[in-house]
């Protein structure tokens, strides 16, 4: 059971890493101005993004991604 656990931490962090690569790809495709690097340097399973309160409420309000207040 423990070795089940493993492989599916494992996952899940892999997964974490690959979704804030793909934001950071994103981001860097779209030309969005400011330096991103910070997104994909983080570790654990939060992600600061650095957006402010109003640019949270229009990514809520928008497209229903949800994420605290503070980016």
């Keep these: 059971m423990y070795n089940e656990w493993k492989v599916e931490l494992k996952a899940m962090a892999d997964r974490i890493i690959s979704m804030r690569q793909q934001l ?6 779209k030309g ?3 330096d991103w690097s910070h997104i994909i340097k983080q570790i654990g399973m939060f992600t600061f993004t650095g957006l402010k ?6 990514m809520t309000k928008e497209y229903h991604i949800y994420m605290t207040s503070d980016g």
């Design 53 to 58: 309160s109003d640019q949270v409420a229009f």
């Design 24 to 29: 950071f790809d994103a981001l860097s495709a």
């Design 32 to 34: 969005t101005p400011g």
